[in-house]
DNA sequence: CGTAGCAGACTGACCAGTCTGTTTAATTTA
DNA sequence: TAAATTAAACAGACTGGTCAGTCTGCTACG
């Protein structure tokens, strides 16, 4: 597919990850390409070498950030058994990504949520992309309810479809509060909630 | 406290209307002041004489679209009687909001979390007001979640600050998913939700 | 020795904000 | 009450800077 050679491939890596770090920071209008070009040591030339455009540069950062996220979920899953567990692992994983981007100094919200907002307008193959991420998200949610509702993990009430959507809009607004807020708190305490909500406390009395 | 003659408040109340709807459809970076003054029927001149700044104008714009929204709800107050029903007539009217604009041809997602999203690097006073803003709404949430638990409308346990701040940030969320979907749904959905949980259905077996 | 990969000056568009005025309307003054 | 005065309100050309994208060429590797 990508017929580079490894120090071009490597070039290419590098403009990726700066303008993925530099979109989540500043986000995508105030990150002009003369700071991506500078924190990836790449020249402009070289840059229009590589990417024909900075839309196809904020897609390619979107397909990179989804897939690493996907990822790191996988290895959150592997120390998981059950369904519920392997839901709040992933959820846990976002806690930890907000955690860090504090420990660094700022909060940066949701990858995607952050650059639907702001680039709504600006271009549908970048807003049409970011709507199959979620899609995509709320799909493994959608499968991990369904299995904990099989194993009987949680109650078999719950619709997995309408449930998997509450939980991405709950966790999106929890980010971009406690981006707006620029201190954590709310997606911990969303996080509780949908624990409790899904796996209430026995009753005893 | 503003000494303007009405022609001048007239003026600058196009503006304001102008610059809200335009920041609202497109963002802030995206409409450019000739947009403003285009749409407005001001020149540039005028257009600085009433504001010193782009960012004085935003400022002054987040100020405005509250208050219509707190007038918004003072009259959905006015056909409730019970606290629960205040608090999903407020929802209700964020819901009529968002239907409004899907039928004007496009989701326009929160006035305060797109802005808030955009400029959060761009302008520390703008994020000072959105947070204050949000913290207000919240107040307004916490409070009407108060009297339903005092007056037994809804369980006792719920701990009003913890759940207010959940039902914004879910709120917030639903409406970033349907704008990024240009679809609505969540928004309703969520609601749904949060009245079966604080209502729920008689148990009739 | 040819082409993948890189270098960087340059262009044109756009945009917030300024500057120098002109008009309008309210107030004063005779 | 009508002319004079003054400041509020408006007009729009202009500026300086930024930014995405281009162009022409250089380097180095296969």
Redesign the interface.
């Known amino acids: 597919m990508t017929p580079f050679t490894p120090k071009a491939q490597a070039t290419r890596d590098r403009i990726l990850a700066s303008a993925s770090e530099l979109f989540h920071?500043?986000?995508y209008?105030?990150t002009g390409l003369d700071k991506i070009i500078v924190e990836a040591k790449v020249t402009k030339g070289n840059f229009y070498y590589h990417f024909k455009s900075k839309e196809e540069l904020v897609l390619a950062t979107l397909d990179l950030q989804f897939e690493e996220f996907s990822t790191g979920i996988e290895s959150a899953f592997s120390t998981s058994s059950t369904a519920s567990e392997k839901l709040f692992g992933l959820l846990g994983q976002l806690l930890a990504i907000e955690q860090e981007h504090f420990n660094q100094g700022k909060i940066r919200?949701c990858f995607f949520?952050?650059l639907?907002?702001?680039m709504?307008?600006?271009s549908e193959p970048v807003?049409k992309k970011?709507?199959r991420i979620?899609s995509e998200f709320q799909t493994i949610l959608r499968s991990l309810l369904e299995q904990a509702i099989e194993a009987e993990e949680i109650a078999k009430d719950i619709d997995a479809e309408?449930f998997s959507?509450?939980i991405?809009?709950?966790?999106?607004?929890?980010l971009?509060?406690d981006?707006?807020?620029?201190e954590p708190g709310?997606l911990a305490?969303?996080i509780d909630?949908l624990k409790t909500?899904l796996n209430p406390p026995r009753i005893t009395r």
């Open positions: 920071v500043n986000g209008t105030a919200g949520g952050n639907s907002l702001e709504s307008t600006l807003q970011i709507k979620f309408t959507a509450f991405l809009s709950a966790v999106e607004g929890s971009l509060l981006k707006t807020n620029q709310q305490a969303t909630f909500y």
